[in-house]
């Protein structure tokens, strides 16, 4: 084996074990921060850092129906609160760095999950 194609392959794996690393969720979590607002509210309500594992719920009195995701992950908001379906449609997906507002007839948001 050539010298330069014993680099490649070393090269390789050590790009594949980094991939592999990155993509453990233990000890991970979004980076940045995760906003959302009550309907008629100026308080807004930061998660900065969170867990990328389990569900969290959004601690507004009333729900949230707006959110910024100012993270570095993509997260699905859901309307109850432990993260599961309502009414069996499934949660809304929020890219990195992009934003969402509730239709003014649907239910506020009341928790996340990120995707990792």
């Given amino acids: 084996m050539s ?13 594949l074990l980094l991939t592999a690393t990155a993509c453990s969720a233990m000890g991970r979590s979004t980076v940045g921060v995760l906003s959302f607002r009550s ?4 308080a807004v309500l930061n998660y900065s850092n969170s867990p990328v594992t389990g ?3 959004i601690v507004l ?3 949230a129906t707006h959110v910024y995701n100012n993270t570095l992950i993509d997260v699905i908001l859901y309307r109850t609160e432990n993260c599961q379906k309502a009414d069996g449609k499934d949660g809304i997906y929020v890219g990195t760095t992009l934003s969402n507002v509730t239709a003014p007839v649907s239910l506020p948001w009341r928790s996340f999950s990120v995707v990792h």
């Fill in 55 to 57: 569900c969290h719920k």
């Fill in 61 to 63: 009195p009333k729900g």
């Fill in 39 to 42: 309907e008629d509210s100026a």
């Fill in 3 to 15: 010298h330069s194609r014993r680099i490649g392959v070393i090269t390789a794996a050590a790009a």
